[in-house]
């Protein structure tokens, strides 16, 4: 998996899907990406702008509701009582710092995550916030150069 701090630095509603935002998200690279999130009726949009996020950067660009969407923001997420937070990096952070599973530092991602061989549904089962809200994946640590990445609103949940 290819996760990489970002910065929010353009939100909108999606014209056409009332419970999606369309985000230009700075990940240190030319241009920021256009990334789709369904968080409307969790996030406001205010608390959005300017917010530092993990986005998984290899997912094969997917149109939703005719807006291409190049990534997707990493979320705690439970369903029962319905719950969704971002997940926060720690302070001094800067878009494009890499995110990476603790004990695993030295593999390469895939360039794009390959949609028939079902990686990131197999890798997401794992990917989980702890009672401490320490997002982890199989009970490893996501940690960026700067510390734990971190899911203090939704803890015990699966992460999306």
């Not at 490893?140 to 203090?152: D, E, F, M, R, Y």
């Amino acid at each position: 998996l290819n996760m990489k701090v970002g910065k929010i630095v353009e939100i909108s509603r999606h014209p056409d899907a009332e419970k999606l935002y369309v985000e230009k998200i700075d990940l240190g690279e030319p241009s920021p990406r256009t990334i789709v999130s369904g968080l409307v009726d969790f996030v406001p949009e205010d608390k959005m702008l300017n917010r530092m996020v993990v986005v998984l950067c290899n997912l094969k660009p997917a149109k939703m509701r005719g807006v291409e969407s190049n990534g997707m923001v990493l979320c705690g997420s439970r369903e029962d009582p319905r719950e969704v937070d971002p997940i926060a990096v720690p302070e001094g952070c800067q878009p494009g710092d890499k995110v990476f599973v603790e004990g695993y530092e030295a593999g390469e991602p895939d360039e794009v995550l390959n949609p028939k061989k079902k990686v990131w549904d197999q890798l997401a089962v794992d990917l989980k916030t702890s009672d401490q809200g320490l997002a982890q994946w199989q009970g490893n640590n996501l940690i960026t150069a700067k510390g734990q990445v971190v899911c203090t609103a939704v803890k015990n949940a699966p992460i999306k």
